[in-house]
């Protein structure tokens, strides 16, 4: 079993910026990817970035070159900053670890909430 658990969202203007953090722990192994994706009220939960164990990236076009997701393998903590931010960011944002034997864990959450 792993647990994840998300901290840094709160309140915060358009054109700020803010860290998300989600730490691992339990059986931190074989880990295919770590990632963030979030969900607005209303609509679908979507990708944000992910980070796979050898270290590539990818992120949503709605994101790219405004957040920079990256990880302390020694801390099994990985981070989302997020600059620049928009309104339309506002949503639940979920961290996400996805293991090669095929399961995956999700955290439970944190709220940010970009204020026009």
């Known amino acids: 079993q792993v647990q994840l658990v998300e901290s840094g969202g709160g309140l915060v203007q358009a054109g700020g910026s803010l860290r998300l953090s989600c730490t691992g722990s339990?059986?931190?192994?074989?880990?295919?990817?770590m990632g963030w994706y979030r969900q607005a009220p209303g609509k679908q939960r979507e990708l944000v970035a992910t980070?796979?164990?050898?270290?590539?990236?990818n992120y949503a076009d709605s994101v790219k070159g405004r957040f920079t997701i990256s990880r302390d393998t020694a801390k099994n903590t990985v981070y989302l900053q997020m600059n620049s931010l928009k309104p339309e960011d506002t949503a639940v944002y979920y961290c996400k670890l996805d293991r090669l034997l095929g399961d995956h864990y999700w955290g439970q959450g944190t709220q940010l909430t970009v204020s026009s």
């Open positions: 339990g059986t931190m192994f074989s880990i295919n990817y």
């Open positions: 980070i796979t164990s050898r270290g590539s990236t």
